[in-house]
């Protein structure tokens, strides 16, 4: 396992992301891709996280 550095600019709390920091709510990719199943989300649970992959 690789060490997880946080990055600043991208708050996470889903703690079973396996880019999640343990031990702060960051995630430690460079980037992520937010994305939608809906061709013009208007609510935040419309969209999500792309980059997410399970513990």
């Given at each position: 396992m690789f060490?997880?550095?946080p990055n600043k600019s991208i708050g996470c709390t889903v703690k079973n992301c396996m880019y999640h920091c343990q031990t702060e709510n960051?995630?430690?990719l460079e980037?992520?891709?937010v994305g939608s199943c809906e061709p013009h989300p208007h609510k935040e649970?419309?969209?999500d996280c792309r980059?997410?992959?399970a513990r």
């Open positions: 060490e997880q550095k960051h995630c430690s980037k992520i891709h649970s419309c969209t980059s997410f992959e």
